[in-house]
Nanobody, 123 residues
Framework: QVRLVESGGGLVQAGDSLRLSCANS????????MGWFRQAPGKEREFVAT????????YYAESVKDRFTISRDNAKNTVYLQMNSLKPEDTAVYYC????????????????WGQGTQVTVSS
């Protein structure tokens, strides 16, 4: 049973950094590609970043490229999202998701989701 738990969200000022973590309860978590998505109030859930099962392939949304970094530690069954130079438009609930197979950008490809963690960036 895959259970994902996000942590690390909070209230920060523009220009600050945060690191989100996503712990996967599944022992075979290294079999899963992992993704981060976000949803702002009144908006659809959007892709942020994704990483392949071994960390060798990563994709980013253009809006976060060069500011955010996705990584994983399979020994700890954890995926991270390092967010630097945060902007007010990054304010959203951030969700971690898992899927078997290749890393993808479309949220409909992901079978498992965490409960989300709030990130609020003040100007």
């Amino acid at each position: 049973q895959v259970r994902l738990v996000e942590s690390g969200g909070g209230l920060v000022q523009a220009g600050d950094s945060l690191r989100l973590s996503c712990a996967n309860s599944e022992r075979a978590s290294s079999s899963y590609a992992m993704g981060w998505f976000r949803q702002a109030p009144g908006k659809e859930r959007e892709f942020v970043a994704t990483i392949s099962w071994n960390g060798g392939i990563t994709y980013y949304a253009e809006s976060v490229k060069d500011r955010f970094t996705i990584s994983r530690d399979n020994a700890k069954n954890t995926v991270y999202l390092q967010m630097n130079s945060l902007k007010p438009e990054d304010t959203a609930v951030y969700y971690c998701a898992a899927k078997l197979g290749y890393a993808r950008r479309d949220p409909v490809d992901y079978a498992y989701w965490g409960q989300g963690t709030q990130v609020t960036v003040s100007s």
